[in-house]
Structures are given as C-alpha cells and as structure tokens.
T-cell receptor
Framework: DVKVTQSSRYLVKRTGEKVFLECVQD?????MFWYRQDPGLGLRLIYF???????EKGDIPEGYSVSREKKERFSLILESASTNQTSMYLC??????????????FGPGTRLLVL | AQTVTQSQPEMSVQEAETVTLSCTYD???????LFWYKQPPSRQMILVIR??????QNATENRFSVNFQKAAKSFSLKISDSQLGDAAMYFC???????????????FGTGTRLQVTL
C-alpha cells in the first residue's frame, strides 16, 4: 500500500515564525502536491512538484514556498506565518503516467494554528 | 479555468438506503477525468471512483456508482445500501487530460458532508 506521511498532525505557531511542513511518500512517486483545506472552500492547490528540484505554483502560492531535494520528500515552507494561514494542510503524491497510475494518495493532514 | 461545484453542503441518509451526491463542473476541454474522493473523520482522503470523459459507460465500484452526463457537465455519485462507514466528507474533483505541468493537478469542489443515520 502507498503510504504518505506528514511530520505533524497538529502544529501551533506564532505570527512571523518560519514553519516547515514535511511530507514523505514511500512509493517512488514522481508527483507530489500540497493543498490547503478550509471549510466551504474545499481543497486548493498551493504548489506541486513533478520531479526532484522541480516545482510549479498552484492556485494559491502566495506566502508559501516548497522544497524537493529528494524524490520521496516534499516540504512546504511558510516563510513568515500569518493568522490567515491557519488551516489544514494536505500532502498528496501520484505516479506520473496513465490515469490509473496518477491517482493521488493523500497524507493524514497537518492542522496548523497560527496565533 | 475549470471549476467544480457541489451544491449540497450536507446530506443525510438512513442506513441501507441509497443517496446521490451532486457535482457539476465547467470546462472548455473535451477530454478530462473526474473523481470522487472520500474523507472520513480521521481525515485521510481516499479515492472512491473515477471516470474518463471519453468513456460513455458509467463507472461502478461495488456500492458506489456515478451518473456521468457529459453534455450537462454533471457527475453525481450514488451510494447504494449505505453503511455507517460511509459517513464522511465527499469531494468531487476534475483533472485535465493534458499531461503537462499543472495540468495534472486536481480541481476540487467544496465538498458534501454525508451523515448516515440508523
């Protein structure tokens, strides 16, 4: 079974702090994604990566950056956390190729509270 | 840009009954994929069912089936013989068939919370 893990289930940070959210997948997937989930808004794509060191902006990249130094790990960085970044963050991964292979597998999520 | 609309924020169904969750989408593309994802209270999202737009036959996975109406841009999910374990948030999602860059991203609807009652 594909396993996508996220470093924390819950995180509390202060405004202005630098925040790192880590995601690791164990199935050698090329694609990795970071979403944020907010009530009434569904999931919105922040960034995604289709290969090591490659990244593309999603729909809401402002205030975030990402890093993918190794294939299995995709990090989301909040350079200076703000209260409007309080949210649930979901990581996902998928194998590039056919539709069957491109099913996205999700991690358990990190609920971030910025005070 | 594509948009996905789920107009039912909450639905309720009795155990063993059938429920249909609605989803509409807007796109100018002719080839694409549609998905239903389930997010139980534990929060790990899992794929329920997927449909290729070029296929006329509706996808089915055990108790889950879809009604795909391409002309109407509608993609509803039917859950038969509902079980307590079906209680979750359900998200409809769209993916372009183009295979370049952010084309492989999913566009999600806002979700429908399904309650299953005894």
């Amino acid at each position: 079974d594909v396993k996508v893990t996220q470093s924390s289930r819950y995180l509390v940070k202060r405004t202005g702090e630098k925040v790192f959210l880590e995601c690791v997948q164990d199935m050698d997937h090329e694609n990795m994604f970071w979403y944020r989930q907010d009530p009434g808004l569904g999931l919105r794509l922040i960034y995604f990566s289709y290969d090591v060191k490659m990244k593309e902006k999603g729909d809401i990249p402002e205030g975030y950056s990402v890093s993918r130094e190794k294939k299995e790990r995709f990090s989301l960085i909040l350079e200076s956390a703000s209260t409007n970044q309080t949210s649930m963050y979901l990581c996902a991964s998928s194998l590039a190729g056919t539709l069957l292979q491109e099913t996205q597998y999700f991690g358990p999520g990190t609920r971030l509270l910025v005070l | 840009a594509q948009t996905v609309t789920q107009s039912q924020p909450e639905m309720s169904v009795q155990e063993a009954e059938t429920v249909t969750l609605s989803c509409t989408y807007d796109t100018s593309e002719s080839d694409y994929y549609l998905f239903w994802y389930k997010q139980p209270p534990s929060r790990q999202m899992i794929l329920v069912i997927r449909q290729e737009a070029y296929k006329q036959q509706n996808a089915t996975e055990n108790r889950f089936s879809v009604n795909f109406q391409k002309a109407a841009k509608s993609f509803s999910l039917k859950i038969s013989d509902s079980q307590l374990g079906d209680a979750a948030m359900y998200f409809c999602a769209y993916r372009s068939a183009l295979n370049t860059g952010t084309a492989s991203k999913l566009t999600f609807g806002t979700g429908t919370r399904l309650q299953v009652t005894l």
